[in-house]
């Protein structure tokens, strides 16, 4: 079965640090999509970063990048040099080129803080 | 510039009522989304459109239905609102070759 985990329901960071959110993923299909969305208490969900399963090169977005691996069906969104506007909801997704082409599967997300 | 947008961007109805959220986007994208949003549960994925006179359900598609008649609109229908409906609801699109998938603003369903 397709899954996205996300384990940290809840993150704080200090201003200006280096922060981790991890994503791991289970799925069968070869090829793939990960994403990484940011939902902030506005409630809009803005995309962040993507991350091919064929990309040989870590995705990397501004701040923002995605440290993939592969053998560990991880997917985890590092965000450098944490602002206070950082401080939002994050959901790990990932799309899968099976049946059921193009639809998203996200993880329950993390609630990410930023301390000033 | 390009946008998705929904409509109403709050409503509040009683059980048993039918309720249509609109969904309209100016992307030109083929594929359409419905999610709803429930704490503890992520987005879950109600009903999907590849394109025009296409629909297929989702993950949790029972009590709702869409309609895709032309590329820019993705109506979703509640036959007969339940409490359970209470939530979040959120449209995205994505083009054929796009990976990627825009959110509309969401819409905030309160079930009486």
């Known amino acids: 079965a397709q899954k996205i985990t996300q384990t940290q329901p809840g993150m704080f960071v200090q201003e200006k640090e280096a922060v981790t959110l991890d994503c791991t993923y289970d799925?069968?299909?070869?090829?793939?999509?990960l994403f990484w969305y940011k939902q902030p208490s506005s409630g809009e969900m803005i995309f962040l970063i993507y991350?091919?399963?064929?990309?040989?090169q870590n995705a990397t977005e501004g701040r923002y990048s995605l440290n993939f691996q592969k053998a560990r069906k991880s997917a985890n969104l590092v965000i450098s040099a944490s602002q206070l506007g950082d401080s939002a909801m994050y959901f790990c997704?990932?799309?899968?080129?099976?049946?059921?082409?193009?639809?998203?599967?996200f993880g329950k997300g993390t609630k990410l803080s930023v301390k000033p | 510039d390009a946008e998705i947008t929904q409509s109403p961007r709050h409503k509040i109805t009683e059980t048993g009522r039918q309720v249509t959220l609109a969904c309209h986007q100016t992307?030109?994208?083929?594929?359409m989304f419905w999610y709803r949003q429930d704490l503890g549960h992520g987005l879950r994925l109600i009903h999907y459109?590849?394109?025009?006179?296409?629909?297929n359900k989702g993950e949790v598609s029972d009590g709702y239905s869409v309609s895709r008649s032309n590329t820019e609109d993705l109506p979703l229908t509640l036959e007969s609102a339940a409490s359970s409906q209470t939530s979040v609801y959120f449209c995205?699109?994505?083009?054929?070759?796009?990976?990627?998938?825009?959110f509309g603003p969401g819409t905030r369903l309160l079930v009486l």
């Open positions: 799925t069968s299909d070869p090829s793939y999509g």
């Open positions: 992307w030109n994208h083929n594929n």
């Open positions: 995205a699109s994505s083009g054929q070759t796009v990976e990627t998938q825009y």
């Open positions: 997704a990932m799309r899968t080129y099976g049946g059921s082409q193009g639809n998203l599967i």
């Open positions: 459109s590849y394109g025009v006179q296409d629909t």
């Open positions: 991350q091919g399963s064929y990309d040989q």
